[in-house]
């Protein structure tokens, strides 16, 4: 009914329901959810950037400070008061809080990122691959997804990890995205399916369009929200297996991460002495990383089902 | 059994023994690429119990035999498959001689435990919440409080687990730290040590439920509004039908059969974090278990806490697959 | 004007009642000042095109508009209740035990988990609690009866049903509490013209056997004639017309109504076209015939879609071939296997002389080229994510047609002209931006610049609404009159086939039943299957009853004996040659 107000031609039901969907290219991408977002990402990007800039990373290794010392405004159960040397504390070696998250936290991101991005060119492939050659090659894409997708990363990558010792950033990232290829994929072969039979992929045959113009100009752009959902979820996930192997000391060794400092600080027994700025501050960021991740999650949602957005 | 489609039993049934076979190669195949050398590990892990090692040539082709690793490739795979399919996992090398089934079996019934209760209260509060957002009598309070409550669901639990840990057992010592029951209590069916295990299995359990929960109720939130949208939940208004009754036979009994199989692939990842819970409070499960073949190098270990936990997750999603039919009538008939 | 029903109580009362639905950009009148006043037992019809403000005004009744839908004036009554002043839990106890709605889309209006009869048994439950089980069996079985659905039907669950007998599941749905009206939403939208027959009688029987008022919601006037007492037409939100079938049919007063009866064409009445001004078809350079079926048939699985078929069209005569059958009959898998999409089972397809299946590279761009298609479903046909130009520019260019933008556009321009549309209103807007009708004849000018040898019309207009559909089939009927294209016609509307056609081929499970030239096959059928579809035609037209039958037709006697029946030659015509079995 509401489309009365602008469409003087009469609407039948099925394009009331087709306006419905279609809505979303009024002003799809100025979603808030999505910007705040994003700008949580981008200033954990720009903490790393900016903060090599300014800050000594030489604080970063062992004992280039006093052990254990508080954030700036606090006291430590030795009642020593923080010094804005290292305006976040110290944590048990000496090591500067700062220069950790400095490094540590565009760390944890790129890892995430890399990973999923690997992952989902893999599913892009895998998953037109399936929909369009169909057959054996589908069956076989598609058993091997749904094995796969069953399969804990988590697990393999420990047992991989304690086997080969130490490993480099994009190691780890390379290994993760070896198990974050399966949603995209599953999810690109029955879009690919159902798309095959829409009226305007079948107007496209007729207009003698090659089968790389079908994929590439007619499916996959509105493919894109899609994608992009799917793509963000992997970086969470991937972001979760490399904390979760940090966390268990496994990951890269030499280079400070969130999830080995937290490793440490669980090790040392931060909690029970109060150390809460040791675990604590790469905990809070990496928890604003997955809110951030989380909102660009949720207003993809909205940009690619538009119902929800009433909702909201 | 005879209500389910045989070519959709039998295709589940291949799904599940590719899974396990997979994934218990990878686990084989990994340890073997690398250029570790788990005698040399061991005689290592002698030698600085005793100061000097003599005969070490002698005594690391003595361990290679005891491990069976001085066999051809092949042999050492098929053996190795036979093992693991009546569980058998050698020895552990950290607390040598037990046998690593006799580590598991004494660490499963304490993770299972803990992931039923908790994956099942997480499944349930999830989607009624999530239910309750698109509900159109949902009272307004609840609809505000639930999409608020959903920014704990963005963390892993392992996180939620450090905070929860600080706030209620560090700081305010409502309940313990670590540990799955208290070091004071005998295990058995005694009210001290049930207690105990209540109160120490609390805060993990609730570390898993505080950030998964949003994970199924975001899901069952764009379900609802789907099938907010079908004509049957109108024709069920229309038959005047109570808005309770409708809520619960029409709009959430459809709406949950997507969330059913999105539990049968997403139960591997629930279960891996909580692994890690687990390790945070050094709860007496699997995690911690692993954690500690992780920090001892104990390879059989490490490879046999893997595959049961994947066996774990594949046999979970067996099971779902195999209740699917009988909730959706449709999948029932469409091969039969 | 209303005369020998007045004196009985009414059962709805509409008085001056306005809808709106306030939105972001305004308030959207739905429905205008309507008045309105239903007898007992009388059966009325609500006419008018989508958006009209019909299925509101009866959702109103039902206290059921969508959010945020609100009835801004006026008053309803319903057998002298105040519906506007009950509250939620007396609206709740009202529905279907008083008013009850037979919704549209019956094929999704069951609870696809449940089995029939507990859908039956909720609904009593809801306004009749305790009542015992004993009581609900026999009160839903004799219910399923009462629509003519044995009573196993309630063990089953809905997908095992077909389209008619779950929408007959709605109707013994509506009338099991006996309720004081029925509003049924175009109940049959969805069906074949032979199933619609028989849920229509079966609906107005048990409506006339409990004695309720019917809301029947529509724009089918055909439909409408064979249905109702009283007809009100609704045109944006307003009613312009109500009087009794007769007065409206016969002595149309509203230039809206006239239209819409009008529009409906009729076998034998007089033609939507043009005048005829035979083009030429394009020279062509083989001396093959255009297109020939050699043996071609189409076997999925158990199920064998098309029989073996052979035809030959010459095409050095533009014509249009006209293939008729209902859904499944095999006729849009005819459509998709000349158009190279879905290749046979047995036999070949020859265009010009060459195996559709083996066809080079070049070859099979020059096919394309030649061989075009307009889709039943206009929404579907153009990428949401360009303006629609991207669909007429891109084959333009893929064929090598185009002499550089500026001739596209002039190409685009004026084969938008010619189906009657503005180019630059429709041109650069995105596709939902477009009305069906729009979208449509864009496709039809996207054949035209096109300009092929053959088009394949695969239902072209069935989802365009109903006074559109004459103009729609007028501009692809100018495809073959001015430019001389030759026009397969998929179909499941003779009227429009008897107009529009050289040629008939009447399809029933994937054989063809009967044909020859339209005057003939569709003017004076003579197979049985050819008869029961004519039938089954609802006509704008009083005196013409719904087909030969009574209450109690039946047409599963006619096609037992369509099945066994041989196929009917009714002569041929220069050009297509079917090959007699």
Known sequence: ?312 | MSRIPREYLVNRLITLVLTVLIAATLIWIIPRLSPVDPAEIALGRMAAGAGTVENADEILATLRAQMGIDQPLVVQYFKYIKGVLVFDFGLSTAAFPTPVSALIANALPWTIGLMLISLIITFIIGNLLGALMVWEKTPRLWKVAIPAAMVFTSIPPILSGLLLMWIFAAKLQWFPLTGAYGLTVEPGWTWAFVSSVLHHGFLPALSIVVVTFGFWALGMRGLMITVQGEDYTTLAKAKGLKPRYILYKYMIRNAILPQVTAFALKIGLLIAGQVLVERIFAYNGMGKLLYDAILDQDFPVIQGVSYVIILLTALSVFIVDLIYPFIDPRVRHEVA | ?581
């Open chain 1, 1 to 312: 009914m509401a489309d009365h107000v602008t469409d003087n031609a009469p609407m039948t039901r099925a394009e009331k329901r087709q306006a419905r969907r279609l809505r979303r290219f009024e002003n799809p991408w100025l979603n808030p959810k999505l910007m705040w977002g994003a700008g949580l990402l981008i200033g954990i990007v720009m903490l790393g950037l900016v903060g090599r800039m300014l800050w000594n990373l030489d604080l970063v290794f062992t004992g280039s400070s006093q052990l254990k010392l508080p954030p700036v405004g606090f006291e430590n159960l030795r009642k020593q008061p923080g010094v804005w040397g290292t305006p976040l504390g110290t944590d048990g070696s000496g090591r500067d809080m700062l220069s950790l998250i400095i490094i540590g936290a565009p760390n944890s991101l790129f890892v995430g990122l890399l990973a999923s991005l690997i992952g989902m060119s893999t599913g892009i492939f895998l998953g037109f691959t399936a929909g369009f050659v169909g057959g054996r090659t589908d069956d076989v894409i598609r058993v091997l997804s749904d094995v796969m997708i069953t399969i804990p990363p988590l697990l393999i990558l420990v047992v991989f990890q304690s086997s080969f010792g130490d490993v480099s950033l994009t190691m780890m990232a390379l290994l993760i995205a070896g198990f974050v290829w399966q949603s995209p994929t599953r999810l690109i072969r029955a879009q690919v399916l159902s798309m095959k039979q829409s009226g305007y992929v079948q107007m496209a045959r007729l207009s003698g369009a090659s089968t790389g113009h079908i994929m590439f100009r007619e499916m996959l752009p509105n493919l894109v929200p899609y994608l992009f959902g799917s793509f963000i979820a992997n970086v969470t996930t991937s972001i979760v297996t490399a904390v979760g192997l940090e966390v268990l000391g496994l990951g890269p060794q030499r280079i400070p991460t969130l999830g080995r400092t937290i490793y440490e600080a669980i090790n040392a027994g931060a909690l029970i002495q109060n150390l809460w700025w040791w675990w604590g501050i790469p905990t809070l960021l990496l928890g604003v990383m997955f809110v951030g991740l989380l909102l660009i999650n949720l207003g993809l949602d909205e940009v690619s089902n538009p119902r929800l957005r009433k909702l909201s």
């Open chain 3, 1 to 581: 004007m209303l005369d020998e029903h007045q004196t009985e109580r009414p059962v709805l009362t509409l008085k001056d009642i306005s809808i709106e639905f306030p939105t972001p950009r305004g308030v959207v009148h739905a429905v205008k000042h309507l008045d309105l006043t239903i007898h007992k037992g009388r059966r009325v019809g609500f006419i008018g095109e989508s958006g009209s403000g019909k299925t509101t005004t009866a959702l109103s009744v039902m206290q059921m508009l969508a959010e945020p839908g609100r009835v801004s004036t006026g008053s309803i009554d319903l057998g002298g209740t105040d519906i506007l002043a009950l509250d939620e839990e007396e609206m709740r106890k009202t529905r279907l035990s008083r008013v009850a709605y037979i919704p549209q889309g019956a094929m999704n209006s069951l609870n696809p988990i449940m089995r029939i009869e507990p859908q039956l048994w909720d609904a009593i439950l809801a306004h009749e609690p305790g009542t015992s089980r004993s009581d609900l069996k026999a009160r839903s079985d004799e219910a399923l009866k009462s629509v003519g659905l044995p009573t196993h039907v309630g063990q089953l669950y809905p997908h095992e049903l077909s389209g008619g007998m779950k929408q007959r599941v709605c109707i013994a749905l509506g009338i099991i509490l006996t309720p004081e009206l029925i509003i049924a939403d175009e109940p049959t939208s969805a069906l074949d013209v032979v199933t619609q027959r028989q849920v229509m009688q079966t609906l107005k029987d048990i409506q006339e056997r409990i004695g309720s008022g019917l809301i029947l919601i529509g724009h089918d006037m055909g439909l409408m004639a064979q249905s109702v007492d009283e007809l009100a037409v609704l045109k944006d939100g307003e009613l312009v017309e109500h009087g009794t079938v007769q007065q409206i049919i016969e002595a149309p007063k509203h230039p809206y109504t006239q239209d819409l009866i009008s529009s409906v064409p009729l076998v034998g009445g007089e033609s939507f076209l043009n005048p005829e001004r035979r083009a030429e078809a394009p020279k062509r350079a083989s001396t093959e015939p255009l297109l020939r079926f050699d043996g071609v048939s189409k076997v999925y699985g158990s199920v064998t879609a098309l029989h073996p078929l052979s035809f030959t069209l010459q095409g050095d005569k533009p014509q249009i071939i006209s293939i008729v059958g209902q859904s499944g009959s095999g006729k849009s898998t005819m459509g998709s296997i000349m158009l190279g999409f879905n290749p046979p089972t047995t036999g070949q397809v020859l265009f010009e002389g060459r195996d559709l299946q083996r066809l080079s590279a070049v070859q099979s761009l020059e096919f394309r080229k030649n061989v075009q298609a307009v889709f039943q479903d206009p929404y579907a046909c153009f990428n949401p994510f360009y303006r629609v130009n991207h669909a007429l520019k891109f084959p333009f260019k893929q064929f090598g047609l185009s002499q550089g933008d500026a001739h596209t556009q002039k190409a685009m321009e004026e084969a938008c002209v010619a189906v009657g549309l503005d180019p630059d209103l429709v041109l650069s807007r995105y596709p939902h931006q477009l009305s069906g009708g729009q979208r449509q004849r864009l496709i039809v000018a996207r054949a035209l610049m096109l300009s092929p040898k053959l088009l394949i019309a695969d239902e072209p207009v069935s989802m365009v609404d109903a006074s559109l559909r004459a103009t729609i089939l007028s501009n692809i009927y100018d495809l073959k009159d001015k430019y001389g294209i030759s026009i397969l016609y998929i179909t499941h509307d003779l009227a429009t086939a008897y107009h529009v056609s050289d040629y008939v081929m009447v399809l029933f499970k994937g054989h063809v039943v009967e044909a020859g030239p339209p005057k003939a096959v569709i003017g004076d059928p003579q197979h049985p299957y050819t008869r029961l579809l004519i039938d089954s035609i609802p006509w704008p037209d009083l005196k013409r009853s719904w087909g030969h039958g009574g209450e109690d037709w039946d047409p599963s006697k006619e096609e037992a004996e369509a099945l066994s029946a041989g196929t009917v030659y009714r002569g041929d015509v220069e050009g297509f040659d079917l090959v007699k079995e």
